[in-house]
Each structure stands twice: as structure tokens, then as C-alpha cells.
């Protein structure tokens, strides 16, 4: 089992940058696919980026694709997920997601394990 915490979130202007982390607990954090889901309010938690054990294989929602990179340090049990040139749209609750065993799903019925979230809310 890993118990998810992130962190990082805040108030930014549009455009600026933000990087969120994800502290994982347990001794097997290699072990697990991570990813970054996210849900504004009133709407779908919608998947944001994921990334393979060994840090390969990230994949990006079209949205986020050019402006935001996930990455993990499997010393540190972190995975993080780098925002720039953010937009009003990227205003949400961030949560980060891990799987075992097989690659993060991009819907989030059947991931194994959430993080509580941490707020982005980006100012005009």
C-alpha cells in the first residue's frame, strides 16, 4: 500500500509556473506508475500527465502537452508535475495517482491510489 501527499499548489497569474510534488510513503515507490489527474469545480476529474517506473514513457493530455512535464525521483519517493505559461483553465484541485502494476489508466475509475489534492487557482 503507499499513502499519497501533495503539495505545491497556490495562487499564480496567468502565465506563470507552479511545480507540484507528490511525496509517497512505503519502500516500493519504483514500483508503481504515477500520474497527475485534476478536477475543477462542477466538472469530470479529467487525466492531466503520467510517467513510467523508471521515469520513461510520460504521456500528457493534449491541453497540457508542451507547457507542463511530470517527473519522479524514485530516491526521493517524489513524482512532480512542472506548470508553466499556465491558463485559467488549469485552475483545480490537482491530485496525484499511482498504479501497480500496470501503466496508469487516463480515466480515473480503477486507479489504486489517490492523494487528497491540492488546489491551483490561477488569477487573471
Known amino acids: 500500500q503507499v499513502q499519497l501527499v501533495e503539495s505545491g499548489g497556490g495562487l499564480v497569474q496567468v502565465g506563470g509556473s507552479l511545480r507540484l510534488s507528490c511525496a509517497a510513503s512505503?519502500?516500493?515507490?519504483?514500483?508503481?506508475?504515477m500520474g497527475w489527474f485534476r478536477q475543477a469545480p462542477g466538472k469530470e476529474r479529467e487525466f492531466v500527465a503520467r510517467?513510467?517506473?523508471?521515469?520513461?514513457?510520460?504521456y500528457y493530455a493534449d491541453s497540457v502537452k508542451g507547457r507542463f512535464t511530470i517527473s519522479r525521483d524514485n530516491i526521493k519517493n517524489t513524482v512532480y508535475l512542472q506548470m508553466n505559461s499556465l491558463k485559467p483553465e488549469d485552475a483545480a484541485t490537482y491530485y496525484c495517482?499511482?498504479?501497480?502494476?500496470?501503466?496508469?489508466?487516463?480515466?480515473?475509475?480503477?486507479?489504486?491510489?489517490w492523494g487528497k489534492g491540492t488546489l491551483v487557482t490561477v488569477s487573471t
Open positions: 495517482a499511482a498504479q501497480r502494476g500496470v501503466v496508469l489508466p487516463t480515466r480515473p475509475n480503477g486507479i489504486d491510489y
Open positions: 512505503g519502500r516500493t515507490f519504483s514500483s508503481y506508475y
Open positions: 510517467i513510467g517506473l523508471a521515469g520513461r514513457g510520460t
